[in-house]
């Protein structure tokens, strides 16, 4: 497609390079990112990520200092979002890291970095 624009001096734009993102490509990536969009939610991942094993619900309540109904709040967004998994034992549940989710989004967010790198 040929862009017939041009700005105040008289010089064309450039033509697009690359095919939009799909819309569900789009949404997926953006409620990954919302997901991880709050520092209490960060938080959260941080101690998943730094213990080996899955932690149960309790250990997190007792390593963030929030309420336990924001706690359960913040582990349904997570969850929802597929950045951690629940394996249920008994009465508690423990979660963890979903590795393949969060690489993921962490290609999405490099494909960005890289681009707007090529660009500048």
Request: charged content about 25%.
């Amino acid at each position: 497609m040929t862009c017939e624009c041009t700005d105040a001096d008289g010089a064309a734009c450039q033509p697009l390079r690359a095919d939009p993102l799909d819309n569900e490509r789009g949404a997926d990536l953006a409620a990954g990112f919302k997901a991880l969009g709050d520092p209490h939610r960060v938080a959260i991942l941080h101690l998943l990520a730094v213990t080996a094993e899955p932690v149960c619900v309790v250990d997190v309540e007792r390593h963030i200092d929030l309420a336990q109904s924001t706690i359960s709040h913040h582990l349904k967004t997570l969850l929802n979002a597929g950045i951690i998994s629940r394996e249920r034992r008994g009465k508690w549940s423990y979660y963890s890291i979903e590795d393949e989710r969060l690489a993921e989004l962490g290609v999405g967010i490099d494909r960005f970095v890289r681009t707007v790198a090529r660009t500048a």
